[in-house]
Each structure stands twice: as C-alpha cells, then as structure tokens.
C-alpha cells in the first residue's frame, strides 16, 4: 500500500498545488477586479466633483450677472429719478417766476407761435397774471389780432392758441415734455458717462 499512498498522496498533493494555484489566480483576478471598480469609482468621484465645481462656477458667475444688472437697474431707476426731479425742478422754477418774466416769457411764445386770430387760452392757475390786457399788450407788440377764451384750461401753466386751421398746445406739461425729448441725448452723455 506503500505505493499506492504515495501515488494518493502526491494527486492529492498535486491537487493542493492546483487549487491553492487557482485560488492566488482568482485572488489575483479579484483584487485585479476590484482595483478596477475602485478606479472607476474614483475617476466618477472626481467627475461629479469637477461637474459641481464647474455648475457652482457657472452658478456664481449667473449671480454676479444678475447683481451688476440689478445693480445697473438701480442706478438707472437713480438717475432717472434724478432727472425728473430736475425737470420738475424747471417747471416749479417756471410757474413760480415773478409776474412780470412769466408774462415776456409767455409773450414771446405767443408772438413767435401764434397766427393773426388765435384765441389763447390760458391756465387756470394763470388766470389773473394773463389777463386780456396782458394779451392786447402781445398782440400789439406782434402784430396780430388776438382774443382771449374765457374758458381756462387744466394744465399747470401756459397758454393753449387756438387757431382756425390748429390749435398750438403751449402749455408747460407739454413745453417741458419737448424739452426734456430734445434734451435726453445730452442729458443721458452726462448722466451715463
């Protein structure tokens, strides 16, 4: 029997050597296997930490595009402000000029902008500066006839002339208006240099 346990013994051993073979091989394969996953999980790993970054960059850099618009909005709504009190300033200044500049100044627009006929119509609010003799006073110094309506109109100041052909809104709402439309190019080089 002493050669039979030997040949027994030496598959067995052989067996042994086999299996512990396949088993360093699938070790080998395994951990082969798993640094794989590992690398993968990594690299998916630093992905989605570079795709974050890169989402919080874009995030942040829309944020600070939306502050310099709204910044920009407030600044605007600022100097837009700034302008109409300017304008509102003017129309003040202009209703509250002394008796006799508010007449030469009203004069001068009658004289330049009215037609022989006219019939002016005047502010309520101006009633007892421009008065009818007031108006013979232009209408002599410009050589047309004129009548005063002895209805007033809403407005804040100024004169309406109304004409056979058209009437001419002189009042200062509309005055202001035409000035500040002719004066916005100017006024917007100055304000948004």
């Known amino acids: 029997m002493n050669g039979q346990q030997a040949i027994i013994d ?3 051993h052989n067996a042994e050597k086999a299996a512990d073979g396949l ?14 996953v590992r690398n993968e999980e990594m690299r998916k790993k630093s992905d989605a930490i570079a795709a974050a970054q890169q989402a919080a960059d874009a995030l942040l850099s829309r944020r600070q595009t939306l502050d310099r618009l709204d910044a920009r909005k407030t600044e605007l709504a600022a100097k837009q402000q700034a302008v109409d009190a300017a304008f509102a300033e003017a129309t003040k200044k202009v209703l509250n000029m002394t008796d006799h500049i508010y007449r030469d100044y009203m004069g001068s627009l009658i004289a330049e902008c ?7 119509t005047v502010a309520a ?11 013979e ?3 002599r110094k410009c050589g047309k006839h004129l009548s005063l309506n002895e ?5 804040a100041g100024g004169v309406i002339l109304c004409g056979k052909t058209c009437d001419i809104n ?24």
């Open 10 to 12: 030496e598959i067995v």
């Open 23 to 36: 088993i360093a091989a699938a070790s080998a394969e395994r951990d082969k296997a798993l640094e794989k």
């Open 137 to 139: 006073n232009v209408s």
């Open 170 to 193: 002189l009042t200062l709402e509309t005055l202001i208006k035409d000035l500040r439309e002719r004066l916005a190019a100017d006024v917007a080089k100055r304000l948004f240099k």
């Open 125 to 135: 609010r101006d009633a007892k500066r421009l008065h009818a003799e007031w108006l």
């Open 114 to 120: 009215a037609q022989d006929g006219d019939r002016v």
């Open 151 to 155: 209805e007033t109109h809403a407005g």
